[in-house]
């Protein structure tokens, strides 16, 4: 039988500040984890992994185009602990969910931010109705698999605006598909400063 995630911070080693996030039943659980660069949303979503206390696919959708990415990819996988299975997904991670959903417990795709450019590069032109597609793909591969989903994403929008076209239709892209997964989440976090603020149990307070 599988655990399902408790969706909280392990009371220690935890950073000061932080606390404990509540846990939640026995159903399998979307978590969207959003925040700007270094905010601390990966360490996060590990951290809620790491509690889980089942089997862990760390869902990668990096691709080491040079030096330094591949070095940074080399340092995050290392970090990562020894009993998690990672799998390479930069186009499809609907399909690798599926390919691993029997021995899995929990997943965690970092990051959709990654897999919207990955999508955009592909075909500009036709990238709107592909980064579409593929995240319903998730979200239907997640309903299917029966495992939690931990998905971490940049807010990109609290910035300037991009300068260039392509810039533009990225952080536009990437608005809409954070959107929609919030929309289907169980849980939205967003992290400011390394601390998590669950902004859709905020929204329901507000949204009645």
């Not at 590990?46 to 696919?57: F, I, K, N, S």
Request: aromatic share 4%.
């Amino acid at each position: 039988m599988r655990r399902r995630c408790p969706a909280c911070i392990p009371s220690a080693p935890a950073p000061s500040g932080w606390g404990r996030v509540l846990s939640v039943g026995t159903m399998s659980e979307l978590t969207v984890i959003l925040g700007g660069a270094r905010s601390g949303k990966s360490t996060f979503a590990e951290r809620l992994a790491a509690a889980h206390g089942g089997q862990v696919t760390y869902l990668a959708t990096a691709q080491a185009f040079d030096d330094e990415m591949a070095a940074r990819i080399a340092a995050h996988r290392a970090e990562r602990p020894a009993g998690w299975r990672t799998v390479e997904c930069p186009l499809d991670p609907a399909a690798a969910i599926r390919a691993h959903a029997a021995d899995t417990d929990c997943f965690l795709l970092d990051c959709l931010t990654l897999l919207v450019s990955n999508l955009l590069l592909v075909d500009a032109t036709t990238a709107e109705d592909r980064i579409r597609s593929a995240t319903d793909a998730v979200l239907a591969a997640y309903h299917e698999a029966g495992a939690d989903l931990l998905l971490v994403s940049n807010e990109v929008g609290l910035g300037l605006v991009p300068e260039y076209p392509l810039g533009r239709a990225y952080r536009d892209a990437l608005g809409r598909a954070n959107q929609r997964l919030a929309a289907a989440a169980d849980r939205v976090y967003v992290l400011i400063a390394g601390l998590p603020v669950e902004v859709k149990a905020l929204a329901a307070q507000v949204i009645r």
